[in-house]
């Protein structure tokens, strides 16, 4: 059998998902240039999760200047602002604003403001399952599980074309099950290939929300290798020179985890968000899918 590098080599192409798909990570990074500030009007949030006020879903927040740039986008990390440098819209909001609504906003057609803010919350939903798909595609080799994605990424992909009306309309939840039973058989594939099992080795109890309580653990001495970590609390916890290589981190909360010389090459379903919202520096090792955060560079 492969090793895991190997096979994310192979695919690493895998933004050639078929000849009618032209999808790729690339198009499901946060671009706010070509958004209208949706995230952070559309939102309810409150200070005590990193935002800078409690607010209101529809109600700009206080720093979204008029041109839909944030006032403090340079000071978010000094300013503790946890909320908005985890939060990631895997690309909805210009796909919402450019595509759904060709470039009308909500400041200039107020009458759709709603709209928009609802069809934004779905979009978003859609590109996070493309986000997954898109990972776990990188790590099959078998063809016809390939082809099961392949075809499941078309269809997600069509869903985010469809016009506001439809998108409202939709039932997500039959294709949300069918995307979680893919990448979940993905996440089995993978964990039982770098030799880890479905028992969590890391003596934690299950937290409010089915995910292991690990927040503040000491895990530098953990074989974390091929751990389901999905969903688990991992805030302030030291991961330090920690190998991640096939842990699943799908929904994993990483505020403040320290993840400095952590290698996390080939674990699966991290997002963008998870690792904005963690410590770490230019010894972490990063999928190739996800971007050093600029805070880290500093360091
Ligand atoms: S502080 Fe900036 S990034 Fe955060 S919600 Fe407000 S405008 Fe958006």
Redesign the pocket.
Known sequence: MKSLDNNINDNINDNKLSASSSISCDNLRVDCEKCF?L??VALY?SSSEG??ENKDAGKP????QQNFQ????EN?TQMG?K??TAYDCFGAGQKVAQVTYNGEHWRKSPEYAEEMFQVFLIQRQLHEMLWYLIDGLKFQEDHKIQEKFRAIISKTEELTNLSAGKLLALDLVPHRMAVNSLLKETSEMVRKKVGGSNKSTLGRKKAFGGGLNLMGADLRKKDLRGQNLSGAFLIAADLRGTDLSGADLIGADLRNADLRGANLTNCIFLTQGQINSAKGDLTTKLPYTLITPLSWKNK
């Open positions: 500030g995230c952070c949030f935002f800078p927040c206080i720093n979204l944030c006032k403090v986008h978010l602002l909320g908005c």
